[in-house]
Every structure is written in C-alpha cells, then in structure tokens.
C-alpha cells in the first residue's frame, strides 16, 4: 500500500513540477543558445525566459514539500468522502501525462526545427496572414522598401487599385512551394506569438523559365518587379533568383 502511495505521489510530483522544469530547462537553454526564434516571436522570448526562471526557482523551492502533500494538503479530513477514482478517469490521466511526458522529453533530446513547407501548404489559407502589412496599407505609405513577403501578401490580397504598384522592384527571401497552374509561390511563414500561430504569407511567381527546377521547400533569393497578370492580380516576375540556405532567423513577425 506504501508503495502505491509513494509511486502516486511521484506521479503526481512528475506532472506538475516534473514537466515544469524539463520546458522551463528547455526554454532557458533555446534563449542562451539564441535559438527561441525558432519557436516563438522574438518580442515574447524576454517573457518566456523569465517566467521559466521563475518556474524553475519554484521547482527548487518544492523539494522542501514533502512527497504526497501536493495531493493530499487541505483534503484529509475529507478522505472518508472519496471513493476509488473511476477507471476512466485513471486510464485517461495516465495517457495524458504519457502524452505530456513525450512532449517534453522530446522537447529536451531533439534539435530544434523550424516548420516545413508541407506545413506552410496545409496552413496555406489562400489569403494574407492576419495583421500582415495592416498598417502600412492603411496609411498609404509609398516607401515599400521594407516590405517582406508577408506585407506584399497583404498588399496582393486587398489592393483595390494593383496598377499603383506595377513595376515596383523587390528583394525578398523565402521557399517555394507548387502555385496554381504548374507556377510557384514564394512563402514565409509569419509568426504573431509562436508557431502554434504561425500563418502563410505566398507570393506567385510569374511562369518564367527562372523559375523552373526549383524543388519545394527550396529557400531562394529573388530579386524581380510586381506586375499585374491577365486577370487583374498582382504577381512577381523574377529577374534573379540565387539558391540559398535557410535563414537563421526563417520566420517574420
């Protein structure tokens, strides 16, 4: 009976202060190594890193609670009320914290990645991603020359008149992935809080033979001009394009 008490309460101590601190030791190590980008908005890292030295400051602090009191603190008087808990709900909470425990383990062993371009296809809306460029647009400003992918998407999504940014020249950097019609699309995956979020900003590329022999998922340089096809939209017609490798920083906010 002791046995089953004590392996309980390990349980119990693993899927709170156990799971806590494996994330917050990955959190920590991610903002030292200087690869939390890659998972979450650069703005956000100072939040996370902190509130993962608080949690793991906790985690120190809770070897001072005796093993079992998480559990059973504030409801002894109450035991003779409770009953075995159902087996359902057993089996459910062992599946979870397996489920949580992979996670976090994998978390801990595994390299991190940035998210692939078959992802960037299944969360391709076939719009602009959510707040992408709003502002520029809305101002009217001219300067676009700080425009990335995700702020030209916005502007291929809802510009009313498309003959005022014929002829602009742009640089940009991204992946290609299949368009319509045998073309391409030039992607960035555009972060507001984390990947959790992450949206598809795409661009089409104009059928050119530039662009022909490019693989998905190839991160290329493209220097070309915003013309306006046939139909009235917006697309670019490279003029150089040079294969490069993933950038460090692969996302935009």
Avoid at 121 to 143: K, N, W
Avoid at 188 to 216: F, K, M, N, S, W
Wanted: charged share 15%; proline share 5%.
């Amino acid at each position: 009976m002791f046995s089953d008490q004590r392996a309980r309460a390990l349980g119990v101590r693993w899927l709170g202060v156990g799971l806590s601190t494996v994330m917050s030791v990955v959190t920590v190590a991610l903002t030292v190594t200087g690869r939390l980008h890659l998972y979450i908005n650069p703005a956000q890292a100072w939040f996370a890193c902190g509130m993962a030295v608080l949690l793991l400051l906790g985690a120190i602090a809770s070897f001072a609670l005796p093993l079992g009191d998480e559990e059973d603190h504030g409801h002894a008087e109450h035991e003779h009320h409770r009953g075995a808990p159902a087996r359902g709900t057993f089996v459910a909470t062992v599946a979870g914290g397996v489920i949580a425990s992979a996670v976090a383990i994998s978390a801990l062993i595994l390299p991190p990645a940035t998210l692939s371009a078959e992802v960037a296809m299944d969360r391709d809306s076939g719009t602009a991603p959510l707040f992408a460029g709003a502002d520029e647009i809305q101002l009217g400003l001219v300067d676009t020359s700080g425009f990335g992918v995700g702020d030209w998407s916005a502007v291929f999504s809802t510009a009313t008149s498309p003959e005022r940014y014929e002829g602009e020249n742009v640089r940009l950097t991204g992946f290609v992935t299949p368009g319509m019609n045998g073309s391409l699309n030039l992607n960035r995956l555009v972060i507001t809080h984390c990947v959790i979020d992450a949206q598809t900003a795409a661009l089409p590329l104009a059928d050119a033979d530039a662009i022909q022999g490019l693989e998905t998922g190839e991160w290329i340089e493209m220097t070309g001009a915003i013309t306006v096809n046939s139909a009235g939209g917006l697309v670019i017609t490279p003029a150089s394009i040079d294969r490069v490798d993933e950038p460090e920083d692969p996302y935009e906010y």
